[in-house]
């Protein structure tokens, strides 16, 4: 995803009005990730973590969720899901 720069300085800088942005905003979803992902330094660390990977541009995020949220998860597949294998599943 390629972001937005300031035409005008050259710098490369992101906008000042996008850095106020969240891409979640304070809900009930923020509440699912880990505490502090989306503190200022831990956002930060992983920008400048994906600014300097090679050979190209990636991230890895670790402990994305809460270990509660993949338990109920976890849980609702095996009690709703059902499958019946047959000969040609492969």
Do not use: W
């Not at 989306?38 to 995020?61: D, Q």
């Amino acid at each position: 995803m390629k972001r937005k720069i300031n035409e005008g300085d050259g710098s490369g800088s992101h906008d000042a009005s996008a850095a106020k942005r969240r891409a979640v905003p304070d809900s009930p979803v923020r509440r699912r990730f880990r505490d502090g992902f989306f503190n200022g330094p831990v956002l930060e660390s992983y920008r400048s973590e994906y600014a300097e990977s090679e050979p190209y541009k990636h991230g890895v995020i670790r402990d994305l969720v809460s270990d509660d949220l993949l338990q109920s998860v976890r849980n609702e597949i095996l009690e709703n899901l059902h499958f019946s294998p047959k000969e040609t599943d492969i």
